[in-house]
């Protein structure tokens, strides 16, 4: 069990987006086959080595194992999180209260059109939702069967890591959004977007949409030229 832990975690450092434990038990495999590692494993041990790392990855807690974005990964430890944004004092600004209404809206009515988002909001979104394509927190997901074939939005990989869901059914819903007093110190950490959500309307539903969207399918649909605001 230590050197799957071991070989686990370095898997963890080195993959760029989260592993999912069938993604780790087939890539062993595959090395064993190629004389690369010593033993098959399957899911029920890859499983429990997850388990184990939970408990601690570094000896001094700096490092952490989290389940995002429906797979693990090996993240800084969320306290430490200020002094860790210094290494990037460049980095893209934060994003709006604006820009997480949108991103909320998309997140519970997913797929949802442009027109579905700026009835909530009563405003335009175009530029909004541009920004967030930009920066791959939406993504396009197809067109609606209606008249013009708006195109669809929903939310990608990089949302459910940058708020630390596992997958979409980990949002809350907006009857527990309503009870959820959130501090500055959890806002830090993502938790802004859920309290967008309220303030966005009471016209979204109240269970998140999660059959609608599948929040870790392949994203290779391509940014359209034309902006949001002039769907085909």
Same mark, same amino acid.
């Given at each position: 069990?230590?050197?799957?832990?071991?070989?686990?975690?370095?898997?963890?450092?080195?993959?760029?987006?989260?592993?999912?434990?069938?993604?780790?038990?087939?890539?062993?495999?595959?090395?064993?086959?190629?004389?690369?590692?010593?033993?098959?494993?399957?899911?029920?041990?890859?499983?429990?080595?997850? @388990?184990?790392?939970?408990?601690?990855?570094?000896?001094?807690?700096? !490092?952490?194992?989290?389940?995002?974005?429906?797979?693990?990964?090996? #993240?800084?430890?969320?306290?430490?999180?200020?002094?860790?944004?210094?290494?990037?004092?460049?980095?893209?600004?934060?994003?709006?209260?604006?820009?997480?209404? $949108?991103?909320? !809206?998309?997140?519970? #009515?997913?797929?949802?059109?442009?027109?579905?988002?700026?009835?909530?909001?009563?405003?335009?979104?175009?530029?909004?939702? #541009?920004?967030?394509?930009?920066?791959?927190?939406?993504?396009? $997901?197809?067109?609606?069967?209606?008249?013009?074939?708006?195109?669809?939005?929903?939310?990608?990989?990089?949302?459910?890591?940058?708020?630390?869901?596992?997958?979409?059914?980990?949002?809350?819903?907006?009857?527990?959004?309503?009870?959820?007093?959130?501090?500055?110190?959890?806002?830090?950490?993502?938790?802004? !977007?859920?309290?967008?959500? @309220?303030?966005?309307?009471?016209?979204?539903?109240?269970?998140?949409? $999660?059959?609608?969207?599948?929040?870790?399918?392949?994203?290779?649909?391509? @940014?359209?030229?034309?902006?949001?605001?002039?769907?085909?």
């Amino acid at each position: 069990m230590d050197a799957l832990c071991r070989l686990i975690e370095a898997l963890l450092l080195a993959a760029e987006h989260p592993l999912t434990s069938t993604a780790v038990v087939e890539l062993i495999n595959a090395a064993v086959d190629e004389e690369e590692w010593p033993a098959r494993v399957d899911l029920a041990q890859v499983e429990a080595a997850f @388990v184990a790392l939970a408990g601690g990855v570094s000896r001094f807690g700096g !490092i952490e194992r989290a389940e995002v974005g429906g797979g693990y990964r090996l #993240r800084t430890a969320a306290d430490l999180a200020p002094m860790v944004r210094r290494l990037w004092p460049d980095r893209p600004s934060r994003l709006s209260g604006a820009a997480l209404e $949108v991103l909320a !809206i998309v997140a519970y #009515r997913q797929p949802c059109t442009k027109t579905d988002v700026e009835e909530i909001r009563g405003v335009d979104c175009g530029g909004v939702m #541009r920004s967030l394509l930009e920066r791959r927190l939406i993504r396009i $997901v197809g067109k609606k069967d209606e008249l013009g074939r708006p195109l669809l939005y929903g939310t990608t990989v990089e949302f459910l890591e940058t708020f630390s869901l596992p997958d979409l059914r980990a949002l809350p819903t907006l009857r527990e959004l309503e009870a959820l007093q959130v501090e500055e110190a959890a806002r830090d950490k993502g938790d802004r !977007i859920l309290e967008a959500a @309220v303030s966005a309307g009471e016209q979204l539903t109240l269970e998140p949409e $999660v059959a609608q969207a599948d929040p870790v399918a392949s994203e290779t649909e391509s @940014v359209p030229d034309s902006p949001p605001d002039s769907e085909p």
